[in-house]
């Protein structure tokens, strides 16, 4: 049954962005909400929603707090807080949560209501690092290059931390931690040995760590190059040099694959309760017209350019609003890496915490920089068009181009933001929407995300869905 009917929301059309194509919800119908209601959503409700939510256990699920508007006509359209969490007992528990709060209730005519996924997610995302088990590659073969300048040698780091392979200590992933304190570490510390089939830093080139016979290799994908004090390094996910745990055992109960309540509106009808129980759970969810995945990005507005803390970085969220199986889908779906000749490029220090945003960069060799000269942050394929600096939220879309390492996919950067907290953090992170007019597939977390006219970076993909 429905919660108490909500009172009508002032000036719906105001706040009405695209429809999105959405059959959880029956008799009516899904946009996104832009205009007052975003900006009250985004400046006031969010904050306060986010600090009550923190704590609670949300098992092995991740939790979305996003803002729909919803009704049955555009002028009868509520905004509705939607809270998105395959944890029943999470979901329900972050509900309660809400409504105790009453923070809602200062805001005329805002629902509340609890999903399995965001409505537009026709399954569950995940990290888009690819993995090959054993067997090993065998020993690294570094290809030969001619003798070069040896760039100057930084100070050693500290024991817990030493690479395990042969690696050059100028050649190391850290993150501005340890930039400003040569690797203080905790003793839990390990690292992990980082490789790529190129010596040369260019966007979008695949890179992969490889323990040997004692684990998988892991794929990711390399991004813009930072010039940070002088010492250049290249961009990257962290994710890739953390441990993937198996979650196939959730053990939390799970909700009902397209479950929906929500508060109900002043036009509902005696009728609408029933016809609308009886479809949750059982709407769907793999119909044509919800093929709307998401990948997930980093903001690029960022503490190595603003100082500013985790907690006023975000990422960008993508649903994906097509599934079109292009050349480039089917080579990457049937893709074996040849990785004998794999040159190692630099190691990652993992600990046990982390960090504000999902990223890692690869301090590059003086040589490899001098090699690249001109074209470094070159956009492959688009006429000369460099990456030119920072971007961030917008109030209007934008389009965009992700670099994977088998070329680039075209998109459009959405409005508004979505209120992310992994399963694992007790922080939440901020999400932007992008497009995406093709699929992207394991491996390419990592690809840069840039402005198509102006070069300027938004961010790279960490989470999707694959090849959609």
Known sequence: MFKPKLAP???????????????????????????????????????????????????????????????????SANPILMLCCVNANAAKEAEATVRESA?????????????????????????????????SPGPARPRPVRPLPTPPTPPPLPPPVLPPLDIPLSLRIVDFDSLETLGSSDGQACSTAV??????????????????????????????????????????????????HDVSDAGFLPMSPGYCCFDGQSDDEESDSDEDAESRGSDGVNSKDTQSHNQIFPDATSEWTSGRTGDDMFRLLSPSS???????????????????????????????????????????????????????NLIPGQDNLYATGIGGASNESRNIIVVTSS?????????????????????????????????????????PVLDRVSGRFYGHVIMGAPEV
């Not at 504000?356 to 590059?364: K, Q, S, V």
């Not at 950067?413 to 907290?421: E, F, P, Q």
Request: a negative charge; proline letters at 7%; charged letters at 25%.
């Open 322 to 376: 097509t599934s079109r199986h292009t050349s480039r889908n089917l080579e990457i779906h049937m893709r074996s890496y040849d990785i004998s000749d794999r040159i190692p490029i630099g190691y990652c220090k993992r600990t046990l915490r982390r960090f504000p945003i999902d990223y890692a960069i690869i301090a590059l060799r003086d040589a490899s920089v001098e090699a690249m000269s001109t074209r470094l």
């Open 9 to 75: 929301y002032p000036n719906p059309g105001a706040s009405l962005g695209r429809e999105i194509p959405c059959n959880k919800i029956r008799r009516r119908k899904v946009w996104v909400a832009i205009g007052p209601a975003r900006d009250a959503f985004e400046q006031e409700i969010v904050p306060e929603i986010k600090m009550r939510l923190q704590k609670i256990d949300l098992g092995h699920a991740d939790l979305f707090i996003k803002l729909y508007m919803v009704g049955k006509k555009p002028e």
């Open 195 to 244: 490789f790529a089939l190129s010596s040369e830093p260019w966007m979008g080139r695949r890179i992969f760590t490889a323990d040997g016979g004692l684990g998988p290799t892991r794929f990711a994908t390399a991004g813009i190059i930072l010039d940070v004090g002088g010492d250049f390094y290249q961009l990257t996910v962290g994710h890739l040099f953390e441990p993937e």
């Open 103 to 135: 923070v809602l209730e200062k805001y005329e005519g805002f629902g509340l209501g609890i999903t399995d996924l965001p409505l537009e997610h026709p399954g569950p995302v995940r990290h888009l690092f690819y993995q090959e088990f054993p067997p």
């Open 407 to 447: 070329g680039v996919i075209h998109g459009e950067l959405l409005l508004g933001t979505v209120a992310y907290r992994s399963h694992d953090s007790f922080c939440f992170q901020e999400l932007v929407q992008v497009n995406l007019e093709e699929a992207v597939f394991e491996g390419d977390c990592g690809s």
